[in-house]
């Protein structure tokens, strides 16, 4: 055991060695594959923030349900009591006093109501129902319009639907683009690993003269490849990282103008680990079909 961890300590001082020789053509290397590894992690990053936004807006359909401003508490539990009573129904109320706070967080709208007079939002009931059936929700909704004190009622669902089939697509596209930049990668780092081993084959061939294992001899190409693989991972979190803190300076500025909240929510810590781990993997991939290929060109086993 002792001897495998030797040897592969050697490979991986080798393989930073190497890298640390070529540092500018290396860094170069890596940052091409951080700019192809970019493109579908800020995608990827651009639909979670659409997913999130949809989870604050769930495509579960939802009937508004506006009283008359001037509707009493004893009238406002009743309609409570009677929407309480509709099978399968989620009912959350929304007084005007909460209202007025969520509206307040935006300034812009915080001062139109300091100069009104009064509070002018009514009390009001989110009901979410387990319906798909557009019919049979209109016929709820047209239900509860006439009943005493309410006032307005809106169904609102069907853009929410179509935004998380949006949502399912654009991580899917994320998904496929991710897969042909990565076998863009592989090739890339794959060509980077076979020139090595050509500059080298002298090196390499004196090395098997001497006894040296296949295993002993493309371990440090092995290495370099993961470290490779890497670093252009690295760059691609850094670049999608400043992206998104251009990204959110400017909605910063389109919430307060629209009096709405976005932020963007970076690559969790989980995702940024699994893309580093993906990359150091595909360069590891690459040196390996490479150092595979050299070795079966020589007749000899892997």
């Known amino acids: 055991m002792k001897v495998w961890v030797a040897a592969h300590r ?4 080798q393989a930073l060695a190497r890298y640390a020789r070529r540092l500018l053509a290396a860094s170069f290397e890596s940052a091409v594959l951080g700019l192809a590894a970019a493109l579908p992690l800020a995608f990827l990053v651009a639909v979670n923030n659409i997913a999130d936004f949809a989870a604050r807006h769930p495509a579960t359909p ?20 009677r929407l309480r009573r509709i099978e399968g129904a989620e009912v959350r109320f929304i007084s005007r006093t909460e209202a007025s706070k969520l509206l307040r967080r935006s300034a812009a709208l915080a001062d139109v109501l300091d100069a009104l007079p009064s509070n002018p939002l009514p009390d009001a009931f989110t009901l979410r129902l387990a319906i798909a059936d557009t019919h049979r929700l209109d016929a709820f909704r047209r239900e509860i319009a006439a009943w005493p004190r309410v006032d307005r009622t809106h169904v609102d669902s069907a853009w929410a639907q179509k935004l998380e089939a949006l949502v399912h697509a654009g991580r899917l596209a994320a998904a496929c683009l991710g897969a042909l930049l990565g076998l863009g990668m592989l090739a890339v780092t794959f060509n980077t690993i076979r020139l090595q081993m050509l500059q080298r084959r002298d090196e390499i061939e004196v090395s098997r003269l001497i006894g040296a294992t296949e295993a002993f001899i493309r371990r440090p190409y092995l290495y370099f490849g993961a470290l490779q693989g890497f670093f252009g991972a690295a760059v691609a979190l850094a670049l999608v990282a400043a992206l998104d803190a251009i990204a959110s300076q400017e909605l910063a500025a389109l919430s307060e103008s629209y009096g709405i909240i976005l932020e963007l929510q970076p690559l969790p810590v ?15 991939a690459a040196a390996w079909f490479c150092a595979a290929r050299a070795a079966r060109a020589r007749g000899l086993r892997i």
Do not use: W
């Not at 050697?10 to 001082?13: D, F, G, Q, T």
């Not at 508004?64 to 009743?78: G, H, Q, W």
């Open 270 to 284: 989980g995702t940024s680990g699994g893309v580093l781990a993906a990359g150091a993997a595909l360069g590891l």
């Open 10 to 13: 050697y490979a991986a001082r």
């Open 62 to 81: 939802e009937i508004s349900i506006y009283l008359a401003l001037d509707a009493t508490p004893a009238e406002v539990k009743d309609v409570a009591e």
